[in-house]
């Protein structure tokens, strides 16, 4: 018998076109046979697949560890949610493809499913719109695995995901001057190199990784959107849990000392949600956990 894998999507490199879709459940429709028809149809070369935690719930499966993304009032502002029932991100080397793969997916889904949310994201040469090298800090090689997929049991080779899509106001980052800049970031735009005496706001002094009780790693996969003239970083991270995420989050946005990420002067979030990502068996999706 074949073992379960991580759905190959969480640990390729970043696709140069993307595109991330909420979808909510109709309602009277049999969780159970959507689910299942989807688990044969969806082919894991098209991208990730996110399970909400109503979803399992409705299942009578819930899956542990999964939760549903709440709203929270912060320091920073309202940190809000649109939690869906599913998740899925297209990846592609072009529009064309992500097309494609978007009218395959609706005709799979459409009987049991609405589509909620929709961005189209893309590389900027491995960095953030600001200019910024995202990632420089994800884990790598086994350390990379282990933060991101859950380990031997019941739940083995599966992974968590948030999802927050942040809205950028590059009229606010430009009028920083570069040197403020990079201390809102915490790195020098230009080498990436790491600023060790940047304020206590900088934005990876409130995300360091190895800070936390317990360490908070993650491994980031977060893509560049535009759209209609706004812009932004769809943030996608996996865990092994969601741990890692919430201890960050409540950092970075004040609730655990009063000091604000430098981030949220110039970028919002603007969506949230919490998904669990099946493992692969056979090269389809293993819906063990969800008794499918
Ligand atoms: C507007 C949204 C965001 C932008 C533009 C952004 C950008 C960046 C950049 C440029 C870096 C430095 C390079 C790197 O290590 O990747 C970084 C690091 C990091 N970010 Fe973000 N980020 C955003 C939101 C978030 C959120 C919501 C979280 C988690 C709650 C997060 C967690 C991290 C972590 C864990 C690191 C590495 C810190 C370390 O261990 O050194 N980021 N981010």
């Known amino acids: 018998m074949l073992s379960p894998s991580a759905q ?44 909400g935690a109503a979803l399992a719930v409705s299942l009578d499966r819930p899956i542990k560890g999964l939760r549903p993304f709440l709203a929270v009032d912060t320091p920073a502002g309202l940190i809000p949610s649109n939690q869906g029932d599913l998740w899925i991100f297209l990846r592609g080397p072009d529009r064309a ?15 049991a499913f609405f589509l909620a949310d929709s961005i189209d994201t893309f590389s900027y040469r491995g960095r953030d719109l600001t200019g910024y090298i995202d990632g420089t800090e994800n884990p790598k090689g086994k350390k990379r695995n282990a933060a991101a997929l859950v380990g031997p049991g019941a739940l083995a080779a599966s992974s968590f995901v948030v999802v927050q899509r942040w809205a950028h106001d590059f009229a606010a980052f430009n009028r920083h001057t570069p040197a403020e800049r990079d201390d809102m970031i915490g790195r020098r735009k230009e080498t990436n190199e790491e600023l060790s ?29 535009s759209e209609g003239g706004a812009h932004g970083l769809e943030f996608i991270a996996y865990g092994r849990s969601l741990d890692a995420f919430d201890q960050i989050m409540r950092r970075m946005s004040g609730q655990e000392d009063g000091i604000v990420d430098a981030l949220f002067t110039f970028s919002k979030p603007i969506t949230g949600g919490y998904y669990w990502c099946p493992p692969v ?12």
């Open 8 to 51: 190959p999507a969480i640990l390729s490199p970043l696709p140069p076109c993307g595109r991330s879709l909420v979808f909510q459940r109709r309602s009277g429709v049999d969780s159970r046979t959507a689910v299942s028809q989807l688990a044969r149809s969806f082919d894991v070369a098209w991208g990730a697949l996110g399970i």
């Open 197 to 225: 005496e940047a304020p206590a706001s900088a934005h990876v002094k409130r995300s360091a990784q190895e800070s936390f009780d317990p360490e908070a790693f993650m491994y980031r996969r977060s893509m560049p959107w």
């Open 281 to 292: 068996n056979g090269g389809r999706l293993d819906l063990a956990a969800l008794g499918l």
């Open 97 to 111: 493809t992500i097309f494609d793969r978007s009218a395959q997916l609706g005709a799979i889904l459409e009987h």
